[in-house]
């Protein structure tokens, strides 16, 4: 019932920077609700408490929100620690007790865990926790402008490129195993020499050092000039993988392994799938224990 924060130009051609203190992340067990994440800030306020007695302190960063995602850097070399995609954020809050403290659930593209990061804010929590949800709702409608709708279409486009390619494979085995065979028939078609002849040995050369004339299976009898055998010709596996000039026939469903690109498709779903889920965006009292506000 709350209006956005900021114009969506803002969050779709750049983002918005919040700083803030990073208590850190911890894996919970499901994707929303209020218990999840109260018992995650818990943990992790406590943790924080151990690690401030011992000495160190609450590590600051920079939040950039936009609506490719949450990035988390560290504010003086803005390396970024952390970069979470929106589609794969599935609950965001703040604390309605203590303005400082928000959170949200992300869950990891790499080890699909769902992890929960907790912040100590500036007193700017609620805002936080609304940019986050204009961010998201902005990239959800870009996803579906640009081409969410047509997942199942593409999909389609895909498996069918798929099969083209295991056909034209199939068909290439097939022309090798057809050219074997007419070779087998040509060489137990040629005539062989009548019984108890005796075919005399010719020497490698004649007195003038030349190769002489002999019988060869039509299949590998090439003509010659001056007794020099002429290159021979190519047989129809060269013929599949080069031109006449040498270079590989181009083929859009024939490619290497390092050729092909990586699975878009399996990309899209995912993202539709995070975007259906939707974001939930809850204020709560995260602690209800008596702990200290500043950490």
Known sequence: ???????????????????????????????KGTEIVRDAVRKLKFARHIKKSEGQKT????????????????????????????HRISFCADDKTDKRIFTFI???????????????????????????GQAFDLAYRKFLESGGKDVETRKQIATLQKRIQELETENTELKYKVQDLENQLRISDFPSSPAGSVTPKSPSTDIFDMVPFTSLPS????????????????????????????AEPFDPFC???????????SKLDEMQEGFKMGLTMEGTVFCLDPVENRI
């Open 1 to 31: 019932d709350k209006s956005w924060m900021h114009m969506p130009e803002a969050l779709s051609k750049n983002f918005i920077a919040y700083n803030a203190k990073f208590l850190g992340s911890t894996e919970v067990e499901q994707p």
């Open 219 to 246: 299949e590998s009898a090439t003509p010659t000039r001056n007794g020099t055998q002429l290159p021979p010709v190519p047989n129809r596996s060269t013929e599949i993988k080069k031109d006449l000039f040498g």
């Open 255 to 265: 490619c290497a392994v390092d050729d092909y690109t990586p699975d878009i498709q």
């Open 106 to 132: 992300c869950k990891d593209s790499e080890s699909n865990k769902h992890l929960c990061y907790v912040f100590d804010s500036e007193k700017c929590a609620e805002e936080i926790t609304l940019t986050i």
């Open 59 to 86: 590590p600051k960063v920079e939040l950039q929100i936009s609506i490719y995602g949450v990035k988390i850097l560290e504010p003086k070399t803005k390396e970024v620690l952390h970069n979470c995609q929106l």
